[in-house]
């Protein structure tokens, strides 16, 4: 399903309503340029699990942020990684979990990455808005 954001406020809503309907040992994978607002759509379906918004961030030397959200949740930030050095981060310990996890630069993982993963694609099309794909479950934007 395709949807737009006009604001970042819209993508944190959209990642709220997507994170609430994660079920354990999902991963979600989040492709899209720089300042698309993947970050941003991390918090939102943090903020589902009562996660804070100000505890996810782009800290430039975590890879790996783990969460205990009841059931673990897990930010992997592959911005700084090279497809080379994935293999060191034992991410199979992550994704093979019963947690929750959220993946950034995905493509630079893509050979460990389940194939029922949900994939989210975020594309900027104006400087407030993002054209929003998601695959792999349906959220209702109303509910
Ligand atoms: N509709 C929108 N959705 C999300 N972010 C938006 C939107 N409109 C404007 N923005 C702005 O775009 C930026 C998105 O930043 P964010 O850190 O979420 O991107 P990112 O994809 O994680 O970048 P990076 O590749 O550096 O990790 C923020 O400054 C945010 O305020
Ligand atoms: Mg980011």
New binding site residues.
């Given amino acids: 399903m395709k949807l737009l954001?006009?604001?970042?406020?819209?993508?944190?809503e959209i990642g709220r309503k997507l994170g609430e309907k994660l079920k354990s040992g999902d991963v979600v994978c989040?492709y899209?340029?720089?300042?698309?607002?993947?970050?941003?759509?991390?918090?939102g379906i943090a903020s589902a699990f009562g996660i804070s918004e100000r505890d996810i961030t782009?800290a430039s030397f975590t890879i790996i942020a783990e969460y205990d959200a009841g059931t673990p949740f897990y930010h992997i930030?592959l911005?700084r990684v090279t497809p080379g050095e994935v293999p060191e981060l034992g991410l199979q310990e992550y994704l093979g979990s019963a947690g929750i996890s959220v993946i950034?630069?995905a493509e630079r993982a893509e050979g460990e990455i389940p194939d029922n993963s949900i994939r989210v694609s975020?594309n900027?099309k104006?400087?407030?808005?993002?054209e929003?794909e998601i695959k792999g479950i349906r959220i209702n934007r109303d509910a």
């Fill in positions: 954001s006009r604001s970042e406020a819209e993508t944190r989040l899209g340029e720089l300042g698309s607002g993947k970050t941003t759509m991390v918090q782009s930030d911005y950034e630069w975020l900027h104006e400087e407030h808005s993002r929003i």
